[in-house]
Nanobody
Framework: QVQLVESGGASVQAGESLRLSCVVS?????????MAWFRQAPGKEREAVAA?????????YYHDSVKGRFTISLDLSKNTLYLQMNSLKPEDSAMYIC?????????????????WGQGTQVTVS
């Protein structure tokens, strides 16, 4: 059973940066898993943010709205997924949730993932 625990969310001013973390535990085989970040704001649908597949040489994928500002990375030695968020905007405010599935990241934006974390709140004002 895979467990995901996010941290790092906070309230910040526009233009500031945050780094979110997601610790992966359980029967992980992390190199064979698509790891992703999603976000959901109150009253809005869940939105794909970024994904990474270490088995493919750390292939990364980003939603257009965060390209050039956010960076997804994975530290296999710590089984931890990161999301570095720079130049934050008020529209980035949301609950950020990490997810994983035992496959490559094809179609990752559809949100069909085996396991989800509880989320960490990011508020930008």
């Amino acid at each position: 059973q895979v467990q995901l625990v996010e941290s790092g969310g906070a309230s910040v001013q526009a233009g500031e940066s945050l780094r979110l973390s997601c610790v992966v535990s359980g029967h992980t085989a992390t190199t064979r898993r698509c790891m992703a970040w999603f976000r959901q704001a109150p009253g809005k649908e869940r939105e794909a943010v970024a994904a990474i597949y270490p088995g493919g040489g750390d292939l990364t994928y980003y939603h257009d709205s965060v390209k050039g500002r956010f960076t997804i990375s994975l530290d296999l030695s710590k089984n931890t997924l990161y999301l570095q968020m720079n130049s934050l905007k008020p529209e980035d405010s949301a609950m950020y949730i990490c997810a994983t599935d035992p496959r490559a990241c094809g179609g990752w934006w559809s949100g069909v993932f085996e396991c989800w974390g509880q989320g960490t709140q990011v508020t930008v004002s």
